[in-house]
């Protein structure tokens, strides 16, 4: 199960997250699609088919 983090960026700039976990594959699952990308469910870091 996904849960929210509650970062907030409060600055002028672009907020820049860096992420470390303890698998190569990721998958996340949004409520809404994700720009540019489209999708609701991002597979990060999966082997080519």
Known sequence: ???PHGLVNVG????KVVGFF???E???TFKESV???GA???NQ???PA
């Not at 002028?12 to 907020?15: F, L, S």
């Open 35 to 37: 720009q540019p990308f």
């Open 12 to 15: 002028n700039e672009t907020v």
């Open 45 to 47: 870091g999966a082997p």
């Open 1 to 3: 199960m996904m849960v």
């Open 22 to 24: 303890s698998e190569s």
């Open 40 to 42: 609701a469910v991002l």
């Open 26 to 28: 990721v998958i996340s």
